[in-house]
């Protein structure tokens, strides 16, 4: 079966500190990963997306970036985080576009 | 102008009092309609795919339908354990999955 880890699961940090945050997914090969951001009464906003390694593909301008360096590993990054990066972040996984997606357990970020 | 929209935003329940929550969507050409259960702090759940309009999908006290317009997850003799955020996002072919905002769902004893 698959499995999907997020780490850390929560973290708090300075604003204009650096950010990663990684998503590793179990038990399958060359899945499609994202990356998204929910925030209160704001719904589940996709940041990144990516059907390979090194591609990515951005939904939202804004300072944070992600990397796909392995087949099954997924990073979101910053350079210096803004008090507005703070919310909940999810990955998620699914076998192709368009199929469900299957979420991690989330990583609760809050900028201080 | 919001594609996905949900409705109600909150619904409190007694326990066993079966309802209905809506998922109207605006996309044309949809390419699959997904349900998604989240409780608090935790990822979403994936509990349905609907596909065409007709389509009905059923788990435990859950049943989903869908028509060309809207779907509808109706729950049928709920627990305190069904209490929950309900996500529905929609397809649309060469798109990103677009979710609405969800229902939150409060069953009481």
């Known amino acids: 079966s698959q499995t999907i880890h997020q780490w850390p699961a929560t973290l708090v940090q300075p604003v204009g500190s650096p950010l990663s945050l990684e998503c590793t997914v179990e038990?399958?090969?060359?899945?499609?990963l994202y990356w998204y951001r929910q925030a209160a009464g704001r719904g589940l906003q996709l940041l990144f997306y990516?059907?390979?390694?090194?591609?990515i593909s951005s939904e939202v301008p804004q300072n944070l970036s992600a990397s796909r360096p392995q087949d099954r590993q997924f990073i979101l990054s910053s350079k210096k985080l803004l008090l507005s990066d703070s919310g909940f972040y999810l990955c998620a996984w699914s076998r192709r576009q368009g199929l469900e997606q299957y979420f991690g357990p989330g990583t609760r970020l809050t900028v201080t | 102008e919001d594609q996905v929209t949900q409705s109600p935003e909150a619904l409190r329940l007694q326990e066993g009092e079966s309802s209905s929550l809506n998922c109207s969507y605006t996309v044309s050409g949809l390419r699959g309609l997904f349900w998604y259960r989240q409780d608090p702090g935790k990822g979403p759940e994936f509990l349905f795919t609907?596909?065409?309009a007709g389509e009905e999908k059923e788990k435990e006290r859950l049943k989903a339908t869908l028509t060309k317009k809207e779907s509808f997850l109706h729950i049928t003799a709920p627990k305190p354990e069904d209490s929950a955020t309900y996500l529905c996002?929609?397809?649309?072919?060469?798109?990103?999955?677009?979710f609405g905002k969800g229902t939150t769902l409060s069953v009481s004893s």
């Open positions: 038990g399958t090969s060359n899945p499609n």
């Open positions: 996002a929609v397809y649309q072919a060469g798109t990103a999955l677009i």
């Open positions: 990516s059907v390979g390694i090194g591609q």
């Open positions: 609907l596909y065409s």
